[in-house]
């Protein structure tokens, strides 16, 4: 009898040890959600946050005189430019909507409640290509053709950017930084629709694993947003041109989530409808 159960042993212990895994990263990552949730509900972290934002816009392109000029993010064909800021409202878009979809679903059973809170990524997905083309016609209008000579530059009667870069030649003009307008954008966005998961959390409604893990992949997703915000104004475009898209992302943000949303005639609010008024759960449990 010994002999038959002696083999089992080990599956035995190393089911129990996954057991245990299981069980730690489960509450590493209840934790977790539950300190980002916390400080992204706070509405005073929220406004240090923006600030964060403008500070790093407006002072982080006084660091390009000690960084190394031949560094990866210095081209602008580099990975993570490539891969992810060119892209970055995709990856905002599937992030945040596998956030808002459940998060709002699973606190109303209301579908069509649901499609209205996911209408605001559409509106931002039209600020985005509506910014992307005025970037493109200030810098039509603002600019002309040449081409470098050794006597300095030869002038081009060619009317825009694309014919004259399609001869062959280059285009000089006023170019608003979409790199800087895309991610402070969506920080802003990311930040303003996560942070109604704390009131989710407190009023108790359902938040398993699989949530909160969407919920932090999104928080990892806005931290690797600041850290290419931060890369793009030290190393990339003019100072103006940063600054000038970080403001109109700024100004988009404000016009929707300030203004609008706060209209009945619009997808509304993060979080309209989804709670009841009242104390919390969370609060009564404190008492």
Not at 2 to 8: I, L, S, V
Not at 10 to 33: D, M, N, Y
Not at 138 to 163: A, H, M, Q, R
Not at 225 to 236: D, S
Request: proline share 5%.
């Amino acid at each position: 009898m010994a002999e038959g159960t002696a083999p089992t042993k080990p599956f035995s212990l190393l089911a129990t040890g996954a057991g245990w895994a299981r069980a730690l990263g489960q509450a590493l990552v209840v934790f977790w959600s539950n300190q980002y949730a916390w400080l992204l509900g706070v509405p005073g972290l929220r406004r240090a946050y923006h600030l964060w934002l403008a500070s790093v816009v407006i002072f982080g392109p006084l660091l390009q005189f000690y960084v190394n000029p031949r560094a990866i993010f210095a081209n602008h064909h580099n990975f993570f430019n490539i891969k992810f800021v060119r892209s970055a409202w995709g990856w905002t878009c599937i992030f945040l909507g596998g956030f808002i979809l459940p998060v709002v679903y699973l606190a109303t059973h209301q579908i069509l409640l649901t499609f209205r809170h996911l209408a605001r990524l559409a509106v931002g997905a039209g600020l985005w290509l509506g910014a992307t083309e005025a970037f493109l016609l200030i810098e039509n209008l603002t600019g002309y053709c040449f081409d470098p000579v050794p006597e300095g530059i030869l002038v081009n009667s060619l009317p825009d950017k694309w014919t004259c870069l399609h001869k062959g030649h280059k285009w000089h003009g006023y170019d608003v930084s979409d790199h800087t307008f895309l991610l402070t954008f969506c920080c802003l966005l990311m930040v303003e629709e996560m942070a109604i998961f704390r009131r989710y959390l407190a009023q108790g409604h359902p938040a398993g694993v699989p949530l909160r893990l969407i919920f932090l992949l999104n928080i990892l997703l806005l931290l690797l947003w600041n850290f290419l915000l931060a890369c793009t104004v030290v190393y990339l475009y003019d100072y103006s041109h940063k600054v000038v898209g970080a403001a109109i992302a700024t100004l988009c943000w404000f016009l929707t989530y300030r203004c609008w949303y706060r209209c009945l005639c619009s997808p509304g609010r993060p979080g309209a409808g989804l709670f009841l008024r009242g104390i919390p759960k969370e609060a009564t449990r404190q008492n």
